[in-house]
């Protein structure tokens, strides 16, 4: 099971780094931080704030993994919380959410503030 438990966790961590990488490259392909956004016809474009965050700040991701690791290793013996699989369902919903989170961010890093 410890097999399973490696697998998932180099995913989560290879989806956080793929995830902040490809929303640095989106980013800089639309001029950030030098140019800021273009400006729309109801109001001024500017970047979305979840996007920003996950730029700036978007490497603190990579201890979420470390932290499931760490708990679902701790229950390999004996259940914490929750059993091992559980553990490795958790797992896999917190890959799906990087996976959203950043897909989200890259598709819309702009929002548009009124006048």
Same mark, same amino acid.
């Given at each position: ?43 001024? !474009? *500017?970047? /979305?704030?979840?996007?920003?965050? =996950?730029?700036?700040?978007?490497? +603190?991701?990579?201890?979420?993994? #470390? ?24 797992? !896999? *919903?917190? /890959?799906?959410?990087?996976?959203? =989170?950043?897909?989200?961010?890259? +598709?819309?890093?702009?929002?548009? #503030?009124?006048?």
């Amino acid at each position: 099971m410890f097999r399973y438990i490696s697998i998932v966790a180099l995913l989560q961590l290879m989806l956080v780094t793929f995830g902040f990488f490809a929303l640095g490259i989106t980013l800089k392909a639309q001029g950030y931080p030098h140019d800021p956004p273009f400006l729309a016809s109801l109001g001024r !474009v *500017v970047w /979305s704030p979840l996007t920003l965050l =996950l730029r700036r700040h978007g490497l +603190v991701l990579l201890f979420v993994p #470390v932290v499931w690791t760490i708990f679902t290793s701790l229950s390999l013996n004996r259940p914490i919380i929750f059993s091992q699989g559980v553990w490795l369902i958790i797992g !896999v *919903v917190i /890959s799906i959410a990087i996976i959203v =989170l950043f897909l989200y961010a890259c +598709v819309q890093r702009y929002a548009v #503030v009124p006048n």
